[in-house]
């Protein structure tokens, strides 16, 4: 039993409060038959919704198959935090990839941020769209670094915006005195993840795109695209799983290993609870190692992201987890009622730098966004489109990047990474 049916009914979005409060999705038809493209995408997150839009706008005759629905994974169901810059440390950048490269994915990366709120103003995707974002220290020698990195991102890296917080300062911001200091960055956001899924399915449509639904694909080659029921004659192939690829590409899946993450959606809270522990509604991740990531809906409900899972079965409890994360921040909350828990699956990479594959006759894969999907899988799938189409600038930047194959193969690499993940986990406690 892979990822794709562990946890979920196929073909039908998880219970979360997202698709509870997205309105009427769109039913899409499945394949049947033989179908012909000029290029067919595997997977209907921002991923491969960002290249099938890209593409059509360029005049490619262009398929995309997912095997559940548009958005139905990671790209729908995730805290809706939208990032600046990369997801790993610059200095590691910087250490394995050189002073050029770096700072070329550094650019990349922020123009990711740019590139969501540009598609949103563009195809007017209502998102529930909301700026600000804090950063919070679980240690005193995180607040050390935090601050560091808010005078290298504008002395290093010509981003001047980020603004450091005492401990009383991310304390008036945030209603607790659990943490140790951090920042702001105003070019951070949250959204609703699905609500952005789908706007950006219906832009693809809008340029041409076709979207097939519960249409699993069961084989690649080149030029082939294989579903139980039919299959797609491509030119050109692009693998946007991430973390649902189960077994479909071995040379894609050994660069990523996929991991859980639950969220929590309580009750609204009311307003004077609300303006204390989040006045600016900002969003909010911390650095424990197994963060805690969190935010207000504007209907002030309290999403809150935290704990982890390493084999494709969810906890039986997710809310227990989940809460036994909100309480060690607001423990007057511990009790608060919840609508909705759910979880679903990411994919890391080992140096948490995204993996840009070309896997040669036409095929290429892009994977590993390690929790940063909303902006750098959206920009991934127009740096793959890109390349498709013959511009391979920024692509080759990307490939670059190192991102090694897992140790341990299919059957030992999941129990490494649990045993790691616990030892790291247990020094958030230290």
Same mark, same amino acid.
Request: charged fraction near 25%; aromatic fraction near 8%.
């Given at each position: 039993m892979g990822y794709l049916t562990a946890n979920d009914r196929p073909g039908e979005h998880a219970a979360s409060w997202y698709a509870a409060s997205v309105g009427e999705i769109p039913e899409r038809p499945a394949l049947a038959g033989a179908a012909k493209a000029d290029v067919c995408i595997v997977g209907g997150g921002y991923a491969g919704l960002s290249a099938a839009l890209h593409l059509a706008e360029r005049g490619y005759d262009t398929v995309l198959l997912d095997a559940n629905r548009m958005g139905w994974g990671a790209s729908g169901r995730n805290g809706g935090q939208l990032g600046v810059g990369p997801r790993a440390e610059m200095a590691d950048y910087v250490r394995l990839c050189g002073r050029?490269?770096?700072?070329? &994915?550094?650019?990349?990366?922020?123009? /990711?941020?740019?590139?969501? $709120?540009?598609?949103?103003?563009r195809?007017?995707?209502?998102?529930?769209?909301m700026p600000g974002y804090v950063e919070?220290?679980?240690? !005193?020698?995180?607040?050390?670094?935090?601050?560091?990195? /808010?005078? &290298? &991102?504008?002395?290093d890296w010509g981003h001047a915006g980020i603004v450091a917080l005492s401990r009383e300062e991310v304390a008036a911001r945030l209603g607790t005195t659990r943490y140790? #200091? #951090?920042?702001?960055?105003?070019? *951070?956001a949250h959204l609703h993840p699905l609500k952005l899924a789908l706007g950006l399915a219906r832009a693809a449509e809008g340029a041409g795109a076709r979207l097939l639904e519960r249409s699993r694909v069961t084989r690649i080659a080149p030029g082939r695209v294989e579903t139980a029921a039919g299959h797609v004659a491509a030119e050109h192939?692009?693998? &946007?799983?991430? #973390?649902?690829?189960?077994g479909l590409e071995g040379r894609v899946q050994a660069r990523s290993m996929p991991i859980n993450n639950f969220i929590l959606a309580t009750e609204p809270l009311d307003r004077a609870t609300a303006d204390r522990i989040n006045p600016g509604r900002v969003a909010v991740c911390d650095t424990k190692f197994v963060l805690n990531y969190y935010r207000l809906t504007p209907d002030? $409900?309290?999403?809150? *992201? *935290?704990?982890?899972?390493?084999?494709?079965?969810?906890? $039986?409890?997710?809310?227990?987890?989940?809460?036994?994360a909100m309480a060690e921040i607001y423990p007057e909350l511990a009790g608060i009622p919840h609508t909705h828990a759910w979880g679903g699956t990411l994919a890391i990479t080992g140096t948490r730098m995204p993996a840009f594959q070309d896997l040669g006759q036409g095929m290429r894969a892009i994977s590993g966004w390690s929790g940063s999907g909303i902006h750098m899988a959206t920009m991934g #799938?127009?740096?793959?489109?890109?390349?498709?189409?013959?511009?391979?600038?920024?692509?080759?930047?990307?490939? $670059?990047?190192?991102? !090694?194959?897992f140790p341990g193969g299919d059957w030992f690499r999941a129990p490494l990474l649990a045993a790691a993940m616990t030892w790291y986990a247990l020094r958030d406690r230290l």
């Open positions: 050029e490269t770096a700072a070329r &994915a550094w650019e990349i990366a922020v123009a /990711a941020n740019r590139l969501v $709120r540009e598609l949103i103003d195809h007017a995707i209502d998102c529930d769209l919070a220290a679980w240690k !005193p020698a995180h607040a050390r670094e935090l601050a560091e990195w /808010a005078e &290298a &991102a504008a002395r140790h #200091g #951090g920042f702001h960055e105003p070019e *951070g192939i692009l693998l &946007a799983c991430n #973390g649902y690829l189960d002030l $409900r309290l999403l809150w *992201g *935290g704990g982890e899972s390493y084999g494709r079965r969810f906890p $039986r409890d997710i809310p227990r987890l989940v809460r036994r #799938g127009l740096i793959a489109a890109e390349a498709i189409a013959g511009t391979a600038e920024r692509w080759d930047v990307m490939a $670059r990047l190192p991102t !090694p194959a």
